[in-house]
């Protein structure tokens, strides 16, 4: 256990290295290796640990890139970027209070009716944040640059990103060993015999959901930061909620190690193997998620342990 | 003699116009071990889902030592002390053996207490130690049923519901579970079971209910019940006959 935090340590910290040895361009790679992963790793956190699968979580990196820039443009007319510590929290904060009043009802479903429960308020709360004119999704929301002088902007938000992942991978390792991760795991199982076993689903859902999104809003607030100027588009965005859970599925899904290595390969093939071939990069992702699928529904994790388990349905 | 553990009087349950059970009384008392038998779509494990709070009763009442419980939830049950092994094992099948009997340990009765110990404790009264790093899928039938039993019993129940702990096991194994279950009233837990095995049923069990068609028509010690022509008839097959008030 010890050894396996210490190689987290090691593995964190040489990545936040990266910026004193590395090309800006490689260390943009790397940054976005972080914000998958991480976005991954917290989507895990429910889809992977408790078996509810969102196909919506980029409504919480939208949520939390959203609330910063509304602040930002309504009370600061722009500016406050010495503040943008408190609006990612801010953001974060949002993010998890919206999933906590939406996984009341939501998390009532189960299956693939939650995730298609999800799909549907993204698209929803993407739309309104483009056509309530008073929010400004449709035209956009700076946010301002709060890159101090001394450092170049990719390593600044290099910095933040591995930070970020960093409280992820500790939020989910800690979920995995508390009393409530075996919670989760035995909703996922079987939650029925869970209720029996006198795990409390519905809190332990709802929690799951709550810090889930928490994190999510915490990296879209980053991002958003990151990008300097938003809209609907460039947050609520559907390829966000796919990517997360190809991620985890491609590197081990309820695992921690999983979804950082499913964004790790995917990272690698899209922006570095087939970074010059744009229309080919989405075929390339296709090709291999159907043939991951296929040959190792457990994902990279799976092959490498080679569990002797049955062929199991991948999914809600 | 001590508090009951359970009782159940005048309970009822309709599904839309089929009555389930139908006003059945029953007293489960402590450190017993009790029966429920009838043939096929009596309403045993329909009585197990109200005990549990699966299901609300229609009517009628449940208390647990004591307490009234009736239309209390399945978690209710779960931490007030009442377990359950379900008829079709029900194992958590992407864990191994011993992290399905921890979560038992974990949450149950008394939640997170000696973890560790009470898992072990569970493991090895019903002899599955040795698989307790094998996933759970993939168990035979006779290990599936022990770990079914394990984890109710991780749980540090009261009361522990057996439904069909034999059903599927081999004769040896069937002396196995038999051997487990004594044992596990021997620890302090009050049993009550769900079982068509006749050997298991009239070994174990100081008394026994006998429902069909959702009513009680036999109740008594194995012997009593044994004798009664109600439940000869019953099990001879002129249910049929009874049901329609022949």
């Known amino acids: 256990m010890t050894t396996r935090i210490l190689a987290t340590l090691v593995f964190l910290a040489v990545l936040a290295a990266a910026p004193a040895f590395v090309p800006p361009f490689e260390v943009r790679v790397l940054s976005l290796f972080c914000f998958w992963g991480a976005l991954s790793l917290a989507w895990n956190i429910l889809g992977g640990f408790a078996g509810y699968w969102s196909f919506g979580h980029t409504v919480f990196v939208g949520v939390g890139a959203f609330v910063p820039g509304v602040i930002v443009a309504k009370l600061f007319d722009g500016g406050g970027a010495e503040l943008m510590p408190l609006l990612v929290l801010v953001g974060g904060l949002v993010s998890a209070a919206f999933a906590g009043i939406i996984a009341w009802p939501l998390l009532r479903l189960r299956g693939i009716y939650f995730a298609i429960a999800m799909l549907g308020v993204a698209q929803v709360t993407g739309e309104l944040s483009a056509a309530i004119e008073w929010i400004g999704g449709g035209v956009g929301l700076s946010l301002p640059d709060a890159v101090p002088a001394a450092l170049a902007p990719e390593a600044f938000f290099h910095y933040i990103f591995v930070g970020l992942l960093a409280l992820t991978i500790g939020a989910a390792a800690w979920v995995r060993g508390a009393r409530f991760g075996q919670g989760l795991l035995a909703i996922r199982e079987d939650e029925d015999t869970a209720r029996m076993l006198a795990v409390p689903t519905e809190g332990y859902k709802i929690a799951a959901l709550v810090l889930s999104a928490f994190l999510t809003g915490l990296l879209g607030a980053t991002y958003g930061f990151s990008l300097g100027y938003i809209t609907t588009d460039s947050v609520f965005r559907t390829d966000f909620s796919l990517n997360m859970i190809v991620h985890a599925l491609l590197g081990g899904i309820g695992t921690i190690a999983g979804p950082l290595l499913g964004a790790a390969v995917m990272v690698v093939l899209t922006q570095v193997v087939l970074g010059e071939m744009l229309n080919l990069h989405l075929f390339a992702t296709g090709a291999l998620v159907v043939a991951m699928v296929l040959l190792a529904p457990q994902g990279f994790l799976g092959l490498w342990r080679r569990k002797p388990r049955a062929q199991r349905e991948p999914g809600p | 003699m001590t508090e009951p553990v359970l009782e159940i009087r005048g309970l009822t349950k309709r599904f839309r116009g089929l009555v389930a059970l139908d006003h059945v009384d029953f007293t489960v008392p402590e450190g017993t071990i009790c029966g429920l038998i009838g043939p096929n779509g009596a309403g045993k494990s329909t009585m197990f889902n109200l005990v549990t709070g699966f299901l609300p009763p229609s009517e009628g009442e449940i208390r647990f030592r004591g307490t009234p419980v009736t239309g209390w939830s399945p978690q209710q049950a779960g931490r007030s002390g009442v377990a359950r092994a379900f008829q079709i094992a029900r194992p958590f099948p992407g864990l ?124 008594g010690t194995p012997g009593e019940v044994a004798a009664n022509p109600a439940v000869i008839a019953a099990y001879l097959g002129s249910e049929e006959q009874e049901a329609h008030g022949a």
């Open chain 2, 96 to 219: 191994t053996v011993r992290q399905n009997v921890r979560i038992g340990a974990l949450f149950g009765r008394s939640g997170p207490r000696d973890v560790e110990a009470a898992t072990d404790t569970a493991l090895a009264l019903l002899g599955i130690e040795d698989l307790a790093d094998r996933p759970a899928e993939g168990l035979t039938v006779g290990h599936l049923r022990r770990l079914e039993v394990a984890r109710a019993l991780a749980a540090r129940p009261v009361l522990l519901l057996a439904d069909e702990p034999c059903a599927g096991l081999n004769p040896a194994e069937t002396d196995a579970m038999i051997a487990a279950l004594r044992r596990i009233r021997d620890g302090g837990v009050t049993i009550w079971l769900v079982e068509h095995d006749m050997r298991a049923v009239m070994g174990l069990c100081d008394r026994i209910l006998v429902i069909s068609a959702g009513r009680a028509i036999a109740e």
